[in-house]
Structure formats: C-alpha cells, structure tokens
C-alpha cells in the first residue's frame, strides 16, 4: 500500500512538472529563452524534481540579477545562457579599463550589454587611452546613455567630444577629470546635450590659461543644469559664462580654481537666485564675494574651506539673509578670522541648523551656548583642532544641546571629565567620536560606554601630531577627520560601484537585502540553478 500511494505521488508530481514547463514563457523586457534551451533544461529534469527558477519570468529574473552584487552577477551570467542573456540585457551601469585596446572589443561588449545608460571609461595615467574613434564608436552603440564619467582620456579631443554629444543628446550627467580636450569639447556637449543636470570637471589640460582662454557655456543645457562642480582647473573662471547662465542652478562647488571669484559672485547672484548649495575650497574669495552671496535666500549648504580672506563680518551678511542654513561647514585654517563673532550671527539667525562643522576654528562657551540655544534641531556636531574647546564646552554642549545626535571631537583640549558630561546629557545622542584628545583615556571612554548602554563611542589616543589636519571636502580630509555623518534613516543598502547593477530596484528586493542580505539570494540562485542541471 505504501508503495502504491508513493507511485501516486511521483505521477501526480510529474505532471504538475510537465504542466508547469507547458507554460508560455514571459517575452515583456528580455528575449525569452532558445527553443535548444528548453529541450535541455527540460532533459535535465528526467529525474522528476521541480525546476521552479525556470518558471521565473525573465523580468522577475532580471529584478533578482538587479539586487546581487557585481561579483554575484557574474558568476550568475555563467550558469547558462539564459542566465547570460538576461544579466547582460538587465545590466545598466558599467565600468570600462579605457586603454587603447579596448577599442575592437567595444562591437562585443555592447552587444551583450545593449541596455547600458551609465558608463565609466577609466584609464591609467601611465597607458594610452582610447581614442575619438572608440568614443564615437561607443556612441554610436549606447544612443540612450544619460551619465558618462571620463578618467585621464588623455586621447580625447574636441572632435570626439563633439561627435559623442550629437550622438548621445539624453546625457544627463557628465563627469570628466585629467583628460586632455579643451573648451571647444565642453562647448560641443553643452550646445547638443539640453538635458544635461549635473557637470563635473576636474583637471581638464585643454583649457587655455590666461586672458586667451575660450568662455565655456551657457549653451542648450545652461537651462537644465543644476549641479556644477569645478576642481583644480587653472582657469576656471572660463566656465563663469556657464555658470551665469544657468538659471535653475542649486549646488555649485569650486575647489582649488583659481581667479578672483569676488568679482564674479556678483555676476552669479543677480542671475542664479536659486542655489541652495555652495561648497568653496581654497579659492580667492573675500567677504566680497560672501557679501554677494547671501542674497541667495534660499541657501541651505554652505561650506567655507580654507578660504582664509572670509572673516565674522562676511559669515555675519549671510547668516543674516539665508535663514534657511541647515549645513555650515567651516575650515578657518588656523587663521582665526571666523570665530564667535559669526558664530553667534549664525545662532541668532539661523534656527534650521542641523549639522555644524568647525575645524580650525576657536569657538568658546559664548558662541556654543547660543548655537545650541537658538539651533534647536542641531543633531550634528564636529569640533576638530580647536584651541578652546576643553571640558567647560562640551558641558555646555551637553546641557544644551538636546537634539544631539552624532558629536565628533578632535585634536581639542578635552579631558575625561568632558566625557563625565556627556554621560547625563544629550538624551537623543547615538555616537560619539574621539580623536587625538590627550586627556581622554580609554578607561574615560569605558565608563562612557558602561553608563550609557546604548551610546556608541569611539575613540582614537593617537597622538601623533606631526599629521597635517586637512578638511579638504574634495579628498576626502572630512573623513580623515572622523567627520562621518550619513543619514540616519532611510539609508541605501550596499553603495556599489559604477560597475554594479541598475537602479531603480524594486521595494521587495530591497526589503530581501535587509533581511537576509545579498550573500543568501547569491546562494540560493547557486543552488537552485546546480539542482536544475542535475
């Protein structure tokens, strides 16, 4: 009897199984599999068991592909050709080495994957790049791309640039650093590119130095522009043309160009009253140009890093108009031109601040105890190489500042009883960061840990001086400073690479990272795939 009941069994399973490989397979975004392919998965399944990832329907196939990995991908990509197939035709974002030789792999490559929008061509300072050809080429294949990012293509010159831009007129964001075309290529992809959001230029050897320079911009894409980020160019005030003309612009950053920016903030403002971001990094401005500045009533971000001409009376004229300020971060490069004065302009007009970055500069209890008087929603705070911020401050601090989320102290003349302070205050605080503050000990830092379970503290005693202390946003110094404040909700899961797959992922999958993690889908594709072999 018992035989006869699992014979039962075994028939009614096999015709589920055939029923289920009976289905039409789903042909809505990815080329359905090769009849050949079929008849070989479907004589891998003499065995009777169920092969239920065959059943998948490409896209939902596609949306797993989508969540992996780029590792996961490709080991993915070589369980079959289905498999192959669909990884390639899901795969939206890749990064190529842009030597010389890539060029007659380009047909192949974008064969397999025909569905790229977000390509990154990087080469090695040392190698020869690719050239127009393989530029135009890749143009020619990737019709839809809407973000390009172009590392020390030395090779590339104008006439590439401009048969590129014709051919790729969605370009949403360009980003191009240590490559060798001037102005004139800028030029050819601001005039066929009006879809254009975001630039990003750093070390571009073909713009002229000097009064001869070619003015960039505004061209089409001057009224889509909202992000401009210009790093170590020799001229880059060329691009102020751009800039003026850009309209709807919201952030823009300047790092180490050189120029005297005063008289060109004035120009800015009268015509782009909209930013709500500006990042300036080593470059000539004075209270001149902070003066013109604060006309921009809606700033919201404004970061002032080793600008050592911007003094309290120019951090003053903005707190006073842009009472919308959320993020200040200033690198007063031991200068001691910004202090309580602007501070306490800033506490009294600024109550949306948020995060506050002070590096090398000498705020005392005074400026502190009306910022986070006035400041109720500061959940952010870093106070690095400061002369005065001893035990009295964080006190202060710690009384105050009940919003207080994440503090980070460094190189400043703290001591344990500091950290006694923080044990009883700051209700909402989760993190505390410590670094190279000669009268915190580790024993100090235990009893912080101890007292409040749920705090996170870190601490650094390293003591060695003799480290240059760099808030340079560009290279990543606010990092080096312990300066981490990502956000604290609501964050990504996994930021990859260039190279991984598409965005846009769906919410279930997303949800699946956060439960079980990338690693647990990676295996059990793995396993389902080698039973459907078997």
């Known amino acids: 009897m018992g035989q006869s009941v699992s014979a039962a069994k075994l028939r009614n399973r096999r015709d589920w199984n055939h029923r289920q490989r009976s289905k039409p397979k789903s042909t809505a975004l990815i080329c359905p599999m090769q009849a050949e392919e079929t008849e070989e998965l479907e004589r891998s399944n003499t065995d009777g068991s169920a092969d239920f990832i065959s059943d998948l329907p490409d896209e939902c196939l596609a949306c797993i592909f989508q969540s992996l990995s780029p590792a996961d991908?490709?080991?993915?990509?070589?369980v079959c050709r289905r498999w192959l197939l669909i990884e390639g035709q899901s795969r939206h974002r890749i990064s190529l080495n842009a030597q010389s030789d890539l060029q007659p792999l380009i047909p192949s490559i974008f064969s397999r994957f025909d569905a790229v929008t977000k390509l990154a061509l990087k080469c090695d300072r040392r190698s020869v790049s690719i050239g127009d050809d393989a530029l135009v080429l890749i143009s020619e294949r990737c019709r839809n791309l809407t973000?390009?990012?172009?590392?020390?293509?030395?090779?590339?010159?104008?006439?590439?640039?401009?048969?590129?831009?014709?051919?790729?007129?969605?370009?949403?964001?360009?980003?191009?650093?240590?490559?060798?075309?001037?102005?004139?290529?800028m030029n050819a992809v601001l005039d066929n590119c009006p879809a254009l959001e975001e630039l990003s230029v750093k070390r571009l050897r073909g713009i002229t130095d000097g009064a001869a320079a070619e003015p960039i911009g505004p061209g089409v894409a001057a009224a889509a522009l909202k992000t401009i980020c210009l790093k170590e160019l020799y001229n880059g005030q060329c691009f102020g043309p751009l800039i003026i003309g850009a309209k709807n612009l919201k952030s823009l950053k300047l790092f180490r160009c050189s120029g005297d920016w005063d008289k060109l903030f004035p120009l800015i403002v009268e015509r782009v009253a909209g930013m709500v971001e500006i990042h300036m990094e080593?470059?000539?401005?004075?209270?001149?140009?902070?003066?013109?500045?604060?006309?921009?009533?809606?700033?919201?971000?404004l970061h002032l890093v080793k600008t050592p001409e911007c003094t309290n009376a120019g951090l003053g004229a903005v707190a006073e108009k842009c009472n919308l300020l959320r993020k200040l971060h200033i690198d007063g490069w031991k200068a001691n031109r910004i202090g309580d004065q602007g501070l306490v302009a800033v506490a009294k007009s600024c109550p949306n601040l948020q995060e506050l970055v002070l590096i090398g500069v000498n705020p005392t209890k005074l400026s502190l105890e009306m910022l986070a008087s006035n400041c109720p929603n500061l959940e952010r705070l870093a106070l690095c190489g400061s002369d005065t911020v001893g035990d009295a401050e964080i006190s202060c601090i710690a009384v105050k500042c009940?919003?207080?989320?994440?503090?980070?102290?460094?190189?400043?003349?703290?001591?344990?009883?500091?950290?006694e302070a923080?044990?009883?205050?700051?209700?909402?605080?989760?993190?505390?960061?410590v670094k190279k503050c000669r009268g915190v000990t580790s024993e100090g830092a235990d009893w912080l840990r101890a007292t409040r379970g749920s705090l996170v503290v870190n601490l650094d005693i390293n003591l060695d001086m003799g480290e240059h202390l760099d808030?340079?946003?560009?290279?990543?110094?606010?990092?080096?400073?312990?300066?981490?404040?990502?956000?604290?909700?609501?964050?990504?899961?996994?930021?990859?690479s260039i190279a991984s797959s598409s965005t846009g992922r769906s919410t279930s999958f997303k949800l699946l990272g956060l439960?079980?993690?990338?690693?647990?889908?990676?295996c059990t594709l793995r396993r389902l795939a080698s039973s459907s072999r078997s």
């Open 73 to 78: 991908r490709k080991r993915c990509s070589l």
């Open 515 to 522: 439960m079980s993690g990338r690693s647990f889908v990676a």
């Open 471 to 496: 808030a340079s946003a560009s290279d990543g110094g606010a990092q080096d400073n312990g300066i981490e404040f990502p956000p604290m909700v609501g964050s990504q899961i996994g930021a990859s």
């Open 402 to 419: 009940i919003a207080l989320k994440k503090l980070c102290i460094k190189n400043c003349p703290v001591s344990d009883h500091g950290m």
């Open 422 to 433: 923080l044990a009883s205050g700051c209700p909402n605080l989760v993190k505390v960061k």
């Open 147 to 185: 973000r390009l990012k172009l590392r020390a293509c030395r090779d590339l010159t104008d006439a590439g640039m401009l048969a590129f831009a014709k051919n790729c007129k969605g370009l949403k964001k360009l980003s191009c650093g240590s490559c060798a075309f001037g102005a004139k290529g």
């Open 282 to 301: 080593r470059i000539q401005v004075s209270d001149v140009g902070l003066a013109a500045i604060s006309n921009c009533s809606n700033l919201e971000i």
